[in-house]
């Protein structure tokens, strides 16, 4: 056991016992873990969610759930759970990473994605933050050509129980997407066309079905928080 000190964030913070919970954090050196919070509700307010900061905890060898100390937010990360355009997409970027993620598997790429959406390029990094997370967990869709002919797929494709095809070969029960949804992908694999990529909200959304439809079809789960995500971003 030790006592250490990593950037992290917290995204999930469950009630326990009387004045205890268990929070799920994912962390720059460790990756995502558990932290049991023995008085998470006292008078001092709580502890904050989806802000970037240092959490202080006692890294347990022969348990899961490590004993947490304290958080201290980094104030510059102050609007994150200030502004629901940020906050939301981070709830629904944690749902999925939670699904994804095994306790310490490390990813040290989530740790910068996290400090991009001070930029304000809200729906853009969301996309691109999702994108990274199927890829680095292996779980990414080869969208550039039909998994049926091999003909390359310059716009629209569709999926189907994680493959993707062209228009002509996909099955009918397929996910079609539109024909900028490809545009998006081929610049999340290529810099110099994310760097002038333009993501509004409603390719922002296009995008996000279709993976959302996959997520769904890996996990055989049905993603609520997308549901909610989707009544709620058009109204902020
Ligand atoms: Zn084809």
Known sequence: MERVLTDGIIYKISKYADNSAIASAYTLDYGKIKLFMPKAYSSKGGVQTFILGEIDFLKKDSSDL???YNFRPDTSYIEYPSTPAISLRLSLYFDIFDKFYE??????????????????????????????????TGHMFNFSECSSCGEKIIEQGALYNGLYYCQKCAPAESFFTTGYVNTML????????YRNLKVNIYDELSVLDLFVY???SITGNFLKSYKLFKELILTI
């Open 214 to 216: 996959h997520i769904e």
């Open 66 to 68: 490590n004993k947490f």
């Open 186 to 193: 081929r610049a999340f694999a290529n810099q110099e066309l």
């Open 103 to 136: 306790l310490e598997q490390e990813d040290r790429v989530i740790w910068t994605i996290l400090q991009k959406y001070k930029t304000a390029e809200y729906s853009k990094i969301n996309l691109f933050s999702i994108y990274a997370l199927l890829k680095n």
